[in-house]
């Protein structure tokens, strides 16, 4: 008997992993990520030259100049490190100009799977070439939800290709959701985990202090009458984040919960400049969302 049920646990968990998955968290995933890396380019094209050309932070003739001047290439992978020595200025206009063109296509569905390895492989390029130009942490992160969209068919949703030519099916084998979903509970475990030693999170204070400071505000006002509320929303904060590792499993809840994340990231985005961040969680819990269950026809 024992054995029999040990059968049955691997074959859900096969079923679970590898089996037939809707592709719509997915498409809504790369339609999010696709667009975030356009944006965090598109928005940098005055200062391309200040962060990755060759006369750039750390580019060859900048570290020319500077007489025993160290290495950066112990900050990135050796392979990548080429792009700190390239001299010329059309070769970098080049690369950016390629990044937005395959961002965009990925986002729009347009030869999905090519673009998106293109807009991927030039992202990692260009944070090996300068991680310092970046608001955040998240486009480090967005490298591991960014290959498991273009590893997925999600081109077969919501995309110019889907168009020329409809997919038989909207499932797809589930393993790059799966690792999607995973990945994003691991980092809210993360960055639970590490709030549960800071006293300004258990003691509710961490809102107010980033939305009074002039580092990450977007909002120059007094916020000092609705510290209650706020501790109120730091403490939601901190619910909502350190038990999502478990909550958005849950078959009845996940959904809500997910839902409940967006809105948090969406306030975020509103309030104060984390970067592309709340872009990128928002694309990434729409693998928990999506698909919207339907009512049955009567």
Not at 26 to 42: D, H, K, N, P, S
Not at 116 to 130: S, T
Request: hydrophobic share 55%.
């Amino acid at each position: 008997m024992s054995g029999a049920r040990g059968d049955t646990r691997w074959a859900r968990i096969e079923r679970w992993f590898l089996g037939p998955a809707p592709l719509d968290g997915l498409a809504a995933a790369r339609i999010a990520f696709g667009a975030t890396l356009f944006l965090c380019y598109a928005v940098r094209a005055p200062v391309v030259m200040d962060y990755w050309g060759p006369d750039g932070f750390g580019g060859a003739l900048f570290l020319a100049q500077i007489p025993d001047a160290p290495p950066l290439e112990h900050r990135v992978w050796p392979a990548l490190a080429w792009m700190r020595h390239v001299r010329s200025e059309a070769v970098v206009w080049a690369l950016w100009g390629s990044l937005l063109a395959a961002s965009a296509a990925f986002a729009l569905g347009w030869r999905t799977r090519l673009a998106g390895a293109l807009a991927l492989a030039l992202h990692v390029l260009f944070y090996a070439r300068n991680p310092f130009t970046y608001d955040g942490s998240w486009a480090q992160y967005l490298t591991g939800p960014l290959l498991y969209t273009v590893l997925a068919p999600s081109g077969r949703l919501w995309s110019l290709d889907a168009r020329r030519a409809p997919p038989a099916t909207r499932t797809a084998p589930a393993w790059p959701l799966r690792l999607l979903q995973v990945h994003t509970a691991c980092m809210y475990l993360a960055a639970g985990v590490s709030r549960l030693d800071k006293e300004s999170w258990l003691f509710g204070d961490m809102v107010f202090v980033a939305l009074s400071g002039t580092t990450h505000s977007r909002l120059a006002i007094d916020w000092a009458p609705w510290l209650p509320l706020l501790r109120i929303g730091a403490w939601g904060s901190l619910a909502l984040e350190a038990l999502a590792p478990v909550m958005l499993w849950l078959p009845r809840i996940g959904r809500y919960w997910a839902l409940a994340l967006m809105a948090l990231h969406a306030v975020l985005e509103l309030t104060t400049n984390v970067g592309f961040w709340s872009h990128v969680m928002i694309g990434c819990l729409a693998s928990f969302v999506l698909p919207w269950p339907r009512r049955p026809a009567r």
